[in-house]
């Protein structure tokens, strides 16, 4: 079975270009794009948060899978991969550009829950876990990708991964499962909450 996605966000071609252009490489990958578009698809009229918007790519794929009703809120810090992503999505009424670090997003935000959380960025994967995951609404996703160690990783890197892993599978208030697929993923769905 050919697990590559078939159905791409009409923007993606564009936002590629735009991030070889800014030398950006961090990108969502194609595989992981079709699960945050399938989730997303799963949360009718939902509210969906993404930590990392980097060019847009991860942005463009939740936006194919939401319906009209749902909402995206995104956060990226670097000015330059943010500008791309909202030059080309910034039409798409469902979706609110954050300009700030994930990190001091998660500490100020103070408003609903998501139906879905993915952290594409170090804050709220392996800084600001605890903030996230309250953002996770009962019965939502937190998903988490690049997983998988890369030649170039810092030795501290695969520890900081062990980490996290480890403290995931400690919660009660999560289930979760990993895959080792695409860039290698984590899914945890939240409980119900008394």
Request: contains cysteine; aromatic residues 6%.
């Amino acid at each position: 079975m050919d697990d590559m996605p078939s159905r791409l966000p009409v923007v993606l071609p564009a936002l590629r270009a735009a991030a070889r252009e800014a030398g950006f490489t961090m990108s969502c990958e194609e595989r992981t794009g079709s699960l945050l578009a399938a989730l997303a698809a799963g949360c009718p009229g939902g509210r969906v948060l993404e930590l990392g918007t980097g060019v847009g790519e991860g942005t463009a794929w939740l936006l194919s899978g939401m319906d009209s009703a749902s909402h995206l809120v995104t956060v990226e810090r670097d000015e330059v991969v943010r500008g791309v992503a909202r030059e080309h999505l910034r039409a798409d009424p469902r979706v609110t550009f954050v300009a700030g670090d994930a990190g001091a997003w998660l500490t100020d935000y103070d408003g609903e829950p998501f139906d879905l959380v993915f952290a594409d960025t170090w804050p709220g994967k392996f800084t600001h876990l605890g903030s996230a995951l309250r953002l996770v609404a009962p019965g939502g996703t937190y998903l988490i990708d690049d997983l998988d160690p890369l030649p170039d990783w810092p030795e501290d890197h695969r520890d900081a991964v062990k980490r996290l892993l480890a403290d995931l599978e400690e919660r009660d208030d999560f289930r979760s499962v990993r895959m080792t697929w695409a860039s290698g993923l984590l899914m945890a769905v939240g409980s119900a909450r008394p």
